[in-house]
């Protein structure tokens, strides 16, 4: 559905979906992190900056950032 992922017109520089497709998460071309359940914000902003975003297969968020690190997030 279109409320599960960016705004209608954005494109994000990254996406993501969780293996169980509960969870979607972007990052926007500032950096800015965003991971939406079901149209509601779970996290805006408060994770990145990141350059990369993918999901772990237990379901944890792993962000990418410009100087080639990985962060794990619970």
Known sequence: ??????????????????PDGQLAAWIDVDGSVSVRSGGRAVADGAL????????APDGRLLLGS????????D
């Open 1 to 18: 559905p279109p409320e599960f992922g960016p705004p209608p017109g954005r494109l994000p520089a990254d996406f993501a979906l969780s």
């Open 66 to 73: 410009a100087d080639g690190s990985v962060r794990l997030v």
């Open 48 to 55: 990145g900056p990141a350059r990369r975003v993918a999901f």
